[in-house]
């Protein structure tokens, strides 16, 4: 019954390496986001998804594409990983994109780049 | 853009002491301030949010008050516990947008 869950937990990995990272809600919202928390905590959106649809992309390197297969779902494929990637990256998602509701975290993903 | 900041960033309080958390917003057209907690490996989870159109909301021993004017918003923890000790995010959002959190304030609650 978890509400928004990722895959894997934990993800060491070379550079040079291509992974994804998995998300899915079980909460019937509409709009999906990942971030990035770096070591310094900071949580920063990367993109922002409604419907299956891209509604934010911040500032994010095109080594990062997200993909939504339905509107439960938003992957994160990351090619030619390097050392600044290494960071925890969160999913979230809430009801709508009005941007004044709960956001449900999942648990993170913890990525190393070596 | 909307810029959030956010003091102290480190917070030390004796178990039983009050922890008041501030945020600063810029953009005066964001109406919602939320606050997340972050427990030590754990996800963000929200635990109290305020609306532009209340000046301060209550649940049990944590508060939030809001100054539009000022454009500030504050969170208060009363009666603290060590369980209160985490990192506490601030964020501002608007219709339409997405939140822009704060660089976060690890509060530790010594016993």
């Known amino acids: 019954d978890t509400a928004v869950s990722q895959t894997p937990k934990y993800l060491v990995t070379q550079m040079g390496n291509d992974k994804s990272i998995k998300c899915e809600q079980n909460l019937g919202h509409d709009t999906m986001y990942w971030y990035k928390q770096d070591s310094k905590k900071f949580l920063k959106i990367m993109f922002s998804y409604n419907n299956k649809e891209l509604i934010i992309n911040e500032t994010v390197p095109n080594r990062f594409s997200p993909k939504s297969p339905d509107k439960a779902h938003l992957n994160l494929h990351i090619n030619s990983l390097e050392l600044g990637d290494s960071a925890v990256y969160f999913c979230?998602?809430?009801?709508?994109?009005?941007?004044?509701?709960?956001?449900?975290f999942g648990p993170g993903t913890r990525l190393l780049v070596l | 853009g909307e810029n959030v900041e956010q003091h102290p960033s480190t917070l030390s309080v004796q178990e039983g002491d009050s922890a008041v958390i501030k945020c600063t917003y810029s953009d005066s057209a964001s109406n919602y301030f939320p606050w997340y907690k972050q427990e030590l490996g754990k996800r963000p989870q929200l635990i109290i949010d305020i609306r532009s159109n209340v000046g301060e909301k209550k649940d049990q021993r944590i508060a939030v008050t809001l100054n539009k004017t000022a454009k500030h918003f504050s969170l208060h923890i009363t009666e603290t516990q060590p369980e209160d000790s985490a990192v506490y995010f601030c964020?501002?959002?608007?219709?339409?947008?997405?939140?822009?959190f704060g660089p976060g304030t690890r509060l530790s609650v010594l016993p």
């Open positions: 964020a501002a959002s608007m219709w339409g947008q997405n939140f822009v």
């Open positions: 979230a998602s809430s009801l709508s994109s009005a941007g004044r509701e709960t956001q449900y």
